[in-house]
């Protein structure tokens, strides 16, 4: 049984900036795409990034394309979310998934894995 592991989250002033870790249990991290969602109070879970399984592919949320950044390492089984440029409405629970393909995708119905999220806020 695969598990995600979120860390980084935490409070920081519009502007800041953050990097979430997810770590993964298991030997089959570098078999799949990973990917980032976010929830905030009141909306359903969105979409962020994904990424494919060597890395050399990514996809991002219009809005949060130019200030966030995807990447991964297989040899730590971590994917990782650099986030510049934070604005308040980033604030939200961020949660980390891994793809059932070995390819970048959006829809959260192409993860089956699911970290337990981590909390970022950012004021104003």
């Known amino acids: 049984q695969v598990q995600l592991v979120e860390s980084g989250g935490g409070l920081v002033q519009a502007g800041g900036a953050l990097r979430l870790s997810c770590v993964a249990s298991?030997?089959?991290?570098?078999?799949?795409?990973m990917g980032w969602f976010r929830q905030a109070p009141g909306k359903e879970r969105e979409f962020v990034a994904s990424?494919?399984?060597?890395?050399?592919?990514?996809n991002y949320a219009d809005s949060v394309k130019g200030r966030f950044t995807i990447s991964r390492d297989n040899a730590k089984n971590t994917v990782y979310l650099q986030m510049n440029s934070l604005k308040p409405e980033d604030t939200a629970v961020y949660y980390c998934?891994?793809?059932?393909?070995?390819?970048?995708?959006?829809?959260?119905?192409?993860?089956?894995?699911w970290g337990q999220g981590t909390q970022v806020t950012v004021s104003s």
């Open positions: 298991g030997r089959t991290f570098s078999t799949y795409a």
């Open positions: 990424i494919g399984r060597f890395g050399g592919s990514t």
């Open positions: 998934a891994r793809a059932t393909v070995s390819y970048t995708v959006l829809s959260a119905a192409s993860y089956d894995t």
